[in-house]
């Protein structure tokens, strides 16, 4: 009697976890089979990733330090991820040149434009931490929105039921700084401070996603360093955007903080706050 009830409760188990893995793909729209194949995201990957090596070495910024890290490639995960209208996201493993034990785990965004694939960035997804010994890899802060998308909303964002999710606003964010550093291989703006132009590159797109509803805008911040630049040395940024038939486009783009060196160390300094939906300079 007691091993059918057991036999019963492990049968009930997997029925509830098939049940979860199906909702799971209805509910957030990300599949694993698509009209691309797995060798060729493969191929562009590793044709990416030894075009940009430099002695076999591929190097990547560590979004907590900033500093550039000698990674050697191992290779991508067996299983791509697919967000329709979104593209193809592949999870790829590196280790450190010094250290084979300590681990990276770099997501490549990869999209279809015009019948062609192209990778439109790479971002940090896991990072070693050595943890009692021996070395683990553990996930980064903000998450990038193609795992918010798959996790649920994160961070509480504002915005109404059936409004737009926060991590489409992010990726609307993301491939309009993508689309521009492919174009001029920064992402550039003026200094309000300097008035001079500096070319920076993306660390993350933070959270919360908002929405100014009198205005019809909806708005995130990213931190930015300059290229050439110490990794503590950051720009805060805030991108608007607005919907326009059905479409995310970018309608503003405000400096809302900049390096400042103080006391030995880079700090932000802001240079306006928001009054309800409002800009109130500061002097």
């Known amino acids: 009697m007691n091993n059918n009830i057991k036999k019963c409760c492990k049968v009930l188990v997997m ?8 909702l799971f793909f209805i509910c957030t729209k990300v599949v694993f089979s698509q009209d691309v194949s797995k060798e060729e995201l493969d191929k562009l990957i590793s044709t990416f990733v030894k075009e940009r090596s430099q002695k076999g070495s591929f190097f990547i910024k560590d979004p907590r330090s900033g500093k550039d890290i000698e990674l050697i490639f191992i290779g991508p995960r067996e299983i791509f991820r697919h967000i329709r209208n979104y593209g193809y996201f592949v ?7 010094e250290d084979h034990n300590k681990k990276w785990d770099i997501d490549f965004w990869i999209r279809n434009e015009g019948g062609k694939l192209v990778i439109k960035d790479v ?9 009692g010994g021996e070395w683990f890899m553990v996930t980064v802060e903000p998450l990038p929105w193609w795992w918010q998308q798959s996790s649920g909303e994160h961070g509480g964002e504002p915005i109404a039921r059936g409004d737009w999710k926060a991590w489409a606003v992010k990726a609307a964010i993301h491939e309009y700084i993508a689309d521009k550093v492919s174009k001029d291989k920064a992402f550039i703006i003026k200094d309000p401070t300097t008035g001079e132009d500096v070319k920076l590159e993306l660390v993350a797109i933070h959270d919360p996603v908002r929405k100014f509803p009198k205005k ?3 708005f995130a911040c990213a ?5 050439d630049g110490p990794g503590d040395k950051l720009y805060d940024i805030d991108i608007f955007l607005k919907n326009e038939g059905g479409k995310l486009s970018v309608a503003d783009v405000k400096v809302h903080k900049v390096p400042v060196f103080q006391d030995g160390r880079w700090v932000k300094k802001a240079l306006f706050y928001y009054k309800d939906e409002d800009i109130v300079e500061l002097p």
């Open 223 to 227: 931190d930015f360093r300059p290229v």
């Open 91 to 97: 999870d790829v493993y590196f280790h450190e040149k």
């Open 123 to 131: 971002q940090v997804h896991k990072v070693p931490e050595k943890v």
């Open 216 to 218: 019809g805008l909806y």
């Open 15 to 22: 029925v509830n976890i098939i049940i979860g893995i199906i």
